[in-house]
């Protein structure tokens, strides 16, 4: 992994000059922050001490699906976008091989609370909602529990068996499709609301991405997109934590990438919100993802508590490996104490409108 490590746990990226086409504005002046190969991606997701065979299938369709054995993260030097490069997202094969036959969806998110006032305070009367990626159905059940709309109204399109049974049961109708390829097969041809909550960071081809949104949107119609925030990503790998790693997440947004993103869609980038900042959750974050990461490495005593204990003794050894790092690690605790107004908290979310 190209990431140049000091003599203490802190890391400094490579930032190395590179030309490679943003995504966004299509730019080719950029920097790279770090590279990896296939086998390192692979790792990430998957440890060949818990299935060689499968970690084996993994690699080899990651360096099919990418067509090399090497990705870079690129952060573009006009519109601040961070892109894989190759800038290829997973599809369905590689999400069935890292993922197990259930999912562990959250059911409270920063970002629900917030895009159900931005719903509300609209004021319409039963409005029509589209969520694209909806999990197992968890804002769309807090809609209905809020009495905003009905499920007839609502529309959910997700991939998951499991997760598209669970939002059936709320009576809601819901598709596996994607929503870029995919026309007339929605219920409703134009909705007052689109939300996408933590998906768009997993895909490509974003500006045909955008052309359907806004085919669907009504004329007032507006778009809640929730992503992860960037600067505690950029926190979290310069502190030992785990990468943001490609093919899962291939896009890093900012409020600047967010801006040049609509303006060159037409768009209105309306509110952009950060997530406060909390210092538990902070500290769970990087200490537990510092772990993980260390476990990736075959020969480290994290690997070993992860994949050749079991039950309680693993439990209580994975608990005294992170108190005992947190213990170490006085300057990322100082860094989290006084850079927290910097950082914010997990999500960001932006509101769009058509112009």
């Known amino acids: 992994m190209r990431l140049l490590s000091s003599k203490n746990s802190l890391r400094k990226y490579t930032l190395k000059k590179v030309n490679s086409n943003c995504p966004i504005c299509d730019s080719r002046e950029a920097i790279q922050m770090w590279a990896a190969s296939c086998?390192?991606?692979?790792?990430?997701?998957?440890?060949?001490?818990?299935?060689?065979?499968?970690?084996?299938?993994?690699?080899?369709?990651?360096k099919f699906l990418q067509g090399t054995p090497y990705i870079s993260i690129n952060k573009c030097s006009i519109c601040q976008f961070t892109y894989s490069y190759p800038y290829i997202a997973g599809d369905k094969k590689f999400y069935d091989l890292i993922f197990a036959t259930s999912n562990n969806y959250p059911k409270e998110r920063w970002e629900f609370s917030e895009s159900i006032s931005i719903i509300y305070n609209e004021r319409l009367k039963n409005p029509k909602i589209l969520e694209i990626g909806a999990g197992d159905g968890a804002f769309l059940k807090k809609i209905l529990n809020k009495k905003i709309t009905n499920q007839n109204n609502i529309t959910a399109i997700e991939?998951?068996?499991?997760?598209?049974?669970?939002?059936?049961?709320?009576?809601?109708?819901?598709?596996?499709?994607?929503?870029?390829?995919?026309?007339?097969?929605?219920?409703?041809?134009?909705?007052?609301f689109i939300c996408l909550f933590q998906v768009l960071e997993h895909l490509d081809d974003i500006h045909n991405l955008m052309n359907k949104l806004k085919l669907l949107l009504t004329k007032n119609g507006k778009i809640l997109i929730a992503v992860p925030n960037e600067k505690i990503i950029e926190f979290n790998e310069l502190n030992g934590a785990l990468l943001d790693m490609p093919p899962n997440h291939v896009g890093r947004w900012s409020k600047i990438s967010f801006k040049k993103f609509c303006e060159i869609n037409n768009m209105l980038l309306v509110k952009h919100s950060v997530e406060p900042f909390s210092i538990k959750n902070a500290i769970f974050m990087i200490f537990s993802y510092r772990f993980l990461k260390r476990s990736q490495k075959n020969n480290t005593l994290e690997a070993f508590i992860r994949y050749k204990l079991n039950g309680k003794l693993s439990w209580f050894l994975t608990r005294l490996v992170v108190i005992l790092d947190f213990m170490r690690s006085p300057r990322i605790i100082y860094k989290i104490l006084f850079e927290n107004k910097k950082l914010g908290g997990e999500s960001q979310l932006v509101y769009i409108s058509k112009r």
């Open 159 to 192: 991939y998951s068996i499991l997760g598209k049974s669970k939002i059936e049961k709320l009576g809601i109708k819901c598709f596996p499709i994607d929503i870029r390829a995919e026309e007339n097969k929605l219920p409703f041809k134009k909705y007052d």
């Open 39 to 62: 086998e390192q991606q692979a790792s990430h997701f998957l440890s060949p001490l818990k299935d060689s065979e499968k970690y084996q299938e993994l690699k080899n369709y990651i």
